[in-house]
């Protein structure tokens, strides 16, 4: 007879670190005055491969804050000094560099999350993935950018290790705002679809992931007023929007980190099939299978989240409107992957 499967346990100290880490990537921590609570679940219990970073950390006793005494020799708290305290404190000021050891971890594909059952993992990486995508759109600088493509090795990693954590994150919902989910869910399909169309290699799936979640990048560049209308946009706000491809790829084009192909599949990720699209009105033979993937995903992700002007659809009515309305525009080989893998068959 068969052992029958054991349940899985989740270890309370590895949630109250995953919670730890996105909150101190959101910035959703206790204050006082100009300083900052810091969840005493990083630093009590270092994770394996981490050293802390090397900010000053204060205690708060007796409705005092009080400098806590690291090791002169290396600077760096011990776990075991740190557990003594109730609460530990940092300033303000340091804050961006707790968080960037934080988003190290929650980002690494080997990082302290990996105990955690499939969905959780998938819930924690795409809340993760959004609040790198939010810092990036707010300022898309190199640091940003760097960040951005330590989200997408995250998920090639697990995609190519866990193919069902996929349909877990394919059946999450969010309200987080359009953009936002919008570049991740494109980032996410777009691998998939790359993985169906017989790309192999971690590198090439990670280049085509940084393409999805950077493809709208140059919408930085648009209005406010554009990007958040609800009704239709008149002819002068369209020639504006139609213009981010080209200011997608201007903001990325010098940046070594990122590849040629995926700089390309910025700009041309509004070009369609029959040379209709824009901004240089390319036709499928003159577009690379990046660009082809990337305008797929793009469409796919904006039908089934919610926008400004447009309720979401379900994922059969928006894979029945892209194979009945949309021909002319997508690869159908392509199209015929992404159905394929809502089906559960990656």
Request: glycine content about 6%; some cysteine; overall charge neutral.
């Given at each position: 007879?068969?052992?029958?499967?054991k349940?899985?346990?989740?270890?309370?100290k590895?949630?109250e670190?995953?919670?730890?880490?996105?909150?101190?990537?959101?910035g959703?921590l206790?204050?006082?005055?100009?300083y900052l609570?810091?969840?005493?679940?990083?630093?009590v219990?270092a994770?394996?491969?981490y050293?802390l970073?090397?900010?000053?950390?204060?205690s708060?006793e007796?409705s005092?804050?009080e400098?806590i005494?690291?090791?002169?020799?290396?600077?760096?708290y011990?776990?075991?000094?740190?557990?003594?305290?109730e609460?530990?404190?940092?300033r303000?000021d340091?804050?961006g560099?707790?968080?960037?050891?934080?988003?190290?971890m929650?980002l690494?594909?080997?990082g302290?999350?990996?105990?955690?059952?499939q969905?959780?993992r998938?819930e924690?990486l795409r809340?993760?993935?959004v609040?790198?995508?939010?810092?990036?759109?707010?300022?898309?600088?190199p640091e940003?950018i760097?960040?951005?493509?330590?989200?997408?090795?995250?998920?090639v990693?697990?995609?190519?290790?866990?193919?069902?954590?996929?349909?877990?994150l394919?059946?999450?919902?969010?309200?987080?705002?359009?953009?936002?989910?919008?570049?991740?869910g494109?980032?996410?399909?777009?691998i998939?679809?790359?993985k169906?169309a017989?790309?192999?290699?971690?590198?090439?799936?990670e280049?085509?992931?940084?393409?999805?979640?950077?493809?709208?990048?140059g919408?930085t560049?648009?209005?406010?007023?554009i990007?958040?209308?609800?009704?239709?946009?008149?002819?002068?706000?369209?020639?504006?929007m139609?213009?981010?491809?080209?200011?997608?790829y201007d903001?990325?084009k010098n940046n070594?980190?990122?590849?040629?192909?995926a700089?390309?599949?910025?700009?041309?990720h509004h070009?369609?099939?029959?040379?209709?699209g824009?901004?240089?009105g390319?036709?499928?033979?003159e577009?690379?299978?990046?660009?082809?993937i990337?305008?797929?995903?793009?469409i796919f992700?904006?039908?089934?989240?919610?926008?400004?002007?447009?309720?979401?659809r379900?994922?059969f009515?928006?894979?029945?409107?892209?194979?009945?309305?949309m021909?002319?525009?997508?690869?159908?080989?392509?199209?015929?992957m992404?159905?394929l893998?809502?089906?559960?068959?990656?």
């Amino acid at each position: 007879m068969a052992d029958e499967p054991k349940p899985i346990r989740i270890q309370k100290k590895t949630l109250e670190k995953q919670l730890a880490l996105e909150a101190i990537c959101s910035g959703r921590l206790s204050r006082h005055g100009i300083y900052l609570r810091v969840p005493a679940a990083i630093l009590v219990e270092a994770p394996e491969g981490y050293t802390l970073p090397l900010v000053k950390l204060y205690s708060f006793e007796n409705s005092k804050i009080e400098p806590i005494t690291a090791p002169p020799e290396s600077g760096i708290y011990k776990p075991e000094t740190l557990a003594r305290f109730e609460s530990i404190w940092m300033r303000e000021d340091d804050l961006g560099i707790l968080m960037s050891f934080a988003s190290e971890m929650l980002l690494a594909a080997k990082g302290p999350i990996k105990e955690l059952p499939q969905e959780k993992r998938v819930e924690s990486l795409r809340r993760s993935a959004v609040m790198v995508v939010e810092d990036l759109f707010v300022n898309p600088s190199p640091e940003n950018i760097t960040k951005s493509t330590r989200v997408v090795g995250s998920f090639v990693s697990m995609i190519m290790n866990d193919p069902g954590a996929f349909l877990v994150l394919a059946r999450l919902s969010s309200h987080d705002p359009y953009t936002l989910q919008h570049s991740v869910g494109t980032a996410v399909n777009s691998i998939i679809v790359g993985k169906k169309a017989g790309i192999s290699s971690e590198d090439e799936l990670e280049e085509l992931g940084l393409a999805g979640l950077l493809h709208d990048i140059g919408k930085t560049k648009v209005r406010i007023a554009i990007i958040n209308k609800e009704g239709p946009l008149d002819e002068s706000e369209w020639r504006e929007m139609r213009q981010h491809p080209k200011a997608g790829y201007d903001i990325v084009k010098n940046n070594p980190q990122i590849s040629f192909r995926a700089k390309r599949a910025i700009l041309e990720h509004h070009e369609d099939k029959n040379g209709g699209g824009y901004p240089n009105g390319l036709k499928e033979h003159e577009t690379d299978l990046f660009s082809k993937i990337i305008c797929i995903c793009d469409i796919f992700n904006a039908l089934t989240t919610n926008r400004s002007y447009a309720k979401a659809r379900s994922i059969f009515d928006a894979l029945e409107l892209m194979k009945n309305k949309m021909q002319h525009k997508i690869n159908s080989n392509l199209f015929e992957m992404l159905v394929l893998a809502y089906g559960g068959r990656l």
